[in-house]
């Protein structure tokens, strides 16, 4: 007596077939959305943010502070110079991600980016206590 096969969707004889010409150019539900590493360090008096960007320029970044959370945004785009070129195999396209992280008392002022060997530095100072602030005792 024969035994039942299980039905997978995702893979069939067919698919398999023309996977490698007809679906390559085809979003996959699967596949994450491009994005890029990033680390974040409490430095004492300041956080060191370093974004993971290789191949990416630096009129490509958008880093922006708002009310505490640091947006690191990426707008990759290919130039006409490299679409002009004669490549036999390319895995790379236009892409777009952004990576965000709360710091809760980042400083506005005194914020520096450096982009170097494909690693984003952002230096986001942190606020002093308020020199202001009076502790009031209960009697």
């Known amino acids: 007596m ?63 502070l708002n009310e505490g959370r640091l947006s690191i945004s990426v707008d990759k785009k290919e130039s006409d110079e490299e679409k002009q070129r004669n490549y036999l195999h390319k895995e790379t396209s236009e892409w777009s991600a952004t990576r965000g992280v709360y710091l809760k008392d980042a400083a506005s002022q005194g914020l520096t980016a450096k982009l170097a060997d494909g690693v984003l530095t952002v230096h986001v100072p942190k606020r002093s206590a308020n020199p202001n602030a009076t502790k009031i005792t209960i009697e």
């Open 2 to 64: 024969m035994g039942m096969i299980p039905f997978d969707r995702y893979d069939n004889a067919l698919r398999r077939a023309f996977d490698d010409d007809f679906f390559k150019d085809w979003p996959s539900a699967f596949e994450p959305a491009p994005a890029f590493k990033m680390d974040v360090e409490d430095a004492g008096d300041s956080y060191e943010v370093a974004a993971h960007l290789p191949g990416v320029k630096k009129d490509e970044i958008d880093v922006e």
